[in-house]
């Protein structure tokens, strides 16, 4: 099983709210439209509203909830917005682009890895919304910038929706077993499996009840700080937008720098090769 397919697997058996068709779904999306309302007072971003056209890119879009809602927020400022979506999941590249035509959104939508979307052009506005960053390890996710900043066009501005999980497992702690779908017919839970020091993951089993599915997948927590201050290595200037939900914040970035570039980072090195530590032997 390839890590596209564990995706779409573990979207089904836990409640990750991407759905923009149900309650829970349909809310995330009014938040998403009120947080975006606000983000646009940003300069950097009040700066792209006076263009005739802005192109913005959705990197793991989901079903489009993000790109979507910050489609329509400049919209309404009365902008011309062309909305390109990509994600690992063949379903949620085909819900995405049924979401912004019941929307009125000009979009296109392609199934794709985030690592390659330097690809697809530049752009504008470069989105990652929905806490996505938790599917990347530490070696992947300068990858992803590298390749994400590089669609940048000039005065381009990536935004980053991210939770601070250090600070809120510091202070919260974090669970061994937590409870991913509370509806007794679709009962899910994920349990701490392992971790790789190597990419620094922590592993968690999520499982359906009902029948007992299971699918392990890669999870990686970050403070705020870490994520802005690697995005800095891609970019010229950063900042940190709070928002009126706890641990959430939106990282920004503007201008790339345009010297990482993917080629540079496109082969690994010996310790991803090898996978584990080189032994000391006593």
């Known amino acids: 099983m390839d890590f596209s397919e564990k995706l779409e697997k573990g979207y089904k058996i836990a409640f990750w709210k991407d759905d923009p068709w149900s309650l829970e779904g349909r809310k995330r999306y009014e938040i998403a439209l009120k947080k975006f309302r606000g983000l646009i007072e940003h300069p950097w971003l009040k700066e792209l509203l006076k263009l005739d056209n802005i192109?913005?890119?959705d990197i793991g879009a989901g079903k489009g909830i993000g790109g979507v809602a910050l489609a329509k927020t400049l919209i309404q400022q009365n902008c011309k917005v062309k909305l390109v979506m990509i994600d690992l999941r063949k379903s949620a590249v085909e819900d995405s682009l049924k979401f912004a035509?019941?929307?009125k959104?000009?979009?296109e939508a392609f199934q794709m890895n985030a690592i390659e979307v330097h690809k697809l052009g530049k752009f504008n506005i470069v989105l990652m919304y929905g806490a996505i960053l938790a599917h990347f390890d530490w070696w992947s996710l300068a990858r992803l910038f590298a390749s994400a900043t590089m669609c940048l066009k000039e005065k381009g501005v990536i935004i980053i929706e991210e939770f601070d999980r250090v600070h809120a497992i510091?202070?919260?702690?974090?669970k061994n077993l937590i409870i991913e779908n509370p509806r007794p017919d679709k009962l899910s839970i994920s349990v701490h499996a392992g971790y790789d020091v190597i990419k620094g993951s922590y592993l968690r089993n999520f499982i359906r009840v009902k029948d007992w599915e299971v699918v392990t997948l890669p999870v990686n927590f970050r403070s705020i700080s870490s994520i802005a201050a690697m995005l800095w290595l891609f970019v010229e200037d950063v900042d940190v937008a709070s928002v009126d939900e706890e641990n959430v914040y939106f990282v920004l970035g503007r201008e790339s720098r345009n010297l990482l570039k993917p080629s540079i980072l496109a082969g690994s090195p010996k310790i991803l090769?090898?996978?584990?530590p080189w032994n000391i032997s006593s």
């Open 170 to 174: 510091f202070t919260a702690g974090f």
């Open 273 to 276: 090769k090898r996978s584990s």
């Open 101 to 103: 035509n019941e929307e």
């Open 105 to 107: 959104v000009e979009a």
């Open 55 to 57: 192109g913005l890119l």
